[in-house]
């Protein structure tokens, strides 16, 4: 398959660098780094190796002193390799540390404090549509979404089916995380119907008949995964009294559709619908973490206790903006309303509208933009409207 570049931008000192498995950490690391000492914690010999013997590290580094940089996959799988990193850093300024990982369970788990700062962390997502340019296809990514890993393979679906079984079997399973298996499988469909919607941890117990307890303790699992996220509700200078809970979200949208059971009783479009929040919503959270501003720009939904709502509003030091995303070719009054309800509230905010339709229009101080084309315009440090503004 060919390269396709990413927005990804790398810092200069040592970083940790984060995303669930298949978002293509390695494959970045392999290229940017092409002379480094790479360590792949995934091999069971390296894996053998430096669990028997952390300082194996140092060694390796006095062997070959022309080495600088170094690159280990999947560091959470040895969390006591941090040790021996925190002093190499400490020791040799001119050492750059690329520290990829799939889970920050084990790392919290047994204490790892993320070399007290010494290396700053930053995350990989899945592709963008600008990063794909003419290769994007809007139904293909609401269908079998945009993980590298799937998006690269000649059978995209079979490959996505396969996706949650590998972290069933190779983190959850292998890892010993959960007792049951089988309830932790039931639980992720059952979340499932929460994508895109106020996560509200007792209905998704009572469909797993499990307890409220159990399903805490395995959300906290599948967040430590990075295979999910939550947003949470906009309330500076709140006018209105707005809600306390969470909207969630599985952080692919093809990862999502994986999982959601469709039947006869199943409307097509409350799935696409929410396929489409999703992959909107992990758009922005990608412009976010690659942009300039990453550390303060911030995601969140709007939501009043009377049930007015938006579903994402960014703020920081790169601008304001409420977003509602629409899975329809039509513009109608009622889908302005919360848009325009928020503007009342905070007269700062830029208002968009995405939606399925053709045109780019603006109706009462609301920008309505196609949403194919506000996702191929969408390009870090570059504002959400500039489809509208270009």
């Not at 296809?137 to 609401?142: R, T």
């Not at 396969?162 to 959960?178: I, K, P, T």
């Not at 008949?209 to 990075?226: A, C, H, N, P, S």
């Amino acid at each position: 398959m060919e390269t396709i570049s990413r927005f990804f931008n790398h810092p200069k000192r040592s970083y940790f660098l984060f995303g669930p498995r298949g978002t293509g950490k390695s494959t970045w690391t392999r290229e940017r780094y092409d002379h480094a000492l790479r360590i792949d914690l995934l091999a069971p010999d390296a894996f053998r190796a430096f669990s028997a013997r952390p300082e194996r590290l140092r060694e390796l580094l006095e062997g070959d002193p022309a080495k600088k940089v170094v690159v280990i996959d999947e560091v959470q799988k040895v969390p006591a390799l941090l040790t021996v990193v925190h002093q190499l850093i400490e020791e040799r300024a001119a050492f750059q540390f690329v520290l990829t990982g799939s889970s920050a369970r084990k790392l919290k788990r047994t204490g790892a404090d993320l070399l007290a700062g010494r290396a700053v962390v930053r995350t990989l997502h899945p592709f963008m549509a600008a990063e794909l340019g003419v290769k994007f296809s809007l139904p293909e990514a609401l269908k079998t979404g945009l993980l590298p890993l799937v998006f690269g393979s000649q059978n995209r679906e079979d490959k996505l089916r396969a996706y949650a079984g590998l972290y069933l079997r190779e983190e959850v399973q292998a890892e010993g995380l959960v007792r049951n298996i089988g309830n932790f499988s039931r639980f992720l469909e059952a979340l499932s119907f929460s994508h895109g919607s106020l996560l509200n941890m007792s209905e998704v117990a009572r469909e797993c008949q499990v307890e409220r307890k159990t399903v805490e303790g395995y959300m906290q699992i599948l967040e430590d995964l990075l295979l999910c996220f939550r947003v949470p509700v906009f309330t500076r200078r709140a006018k209105r009294a707005v809600i306390a809970h969470s909207k969630f979200y599985y952080f692919d949208a093809g990862v999502f559709r994986s999982l959601r059971p469709a039947g006869p009783l199943d409307r097509s479009e409350e799935i696409d619908g929410a396929a489409l929040e999703g992959l909107v919503a992990q758009h922005l959270r990608a412009w976010i973490a690659y942009g300039k501003q990453a550390e303060s720009n911030k995601l969140y939904f709007w939501r009043s206790r009377a049930g007015s709502e938006v579903d994402f509003v960014l703020y920081g030091p790169s601008g304001f903006w409420a977003i509602e995303v629409k899975n329809s070719s039509r513009i109608r009054p009622e889908d302005l309303r919360p848009l325009r309800a928020f503007g009342e509230d905070y007269p700062e905010c830029k208002l968009l509208l995405i939606y399925r339709g053709k045109e780019k229009i603006k109706r009462n101080n609301i920008l309505c933009i196609p949403c194919e084309e506000f996702l191929t315009h969408l390009r870090p440090d570059h504002p959400p409207d500039a489809a509208f503004i270009k």
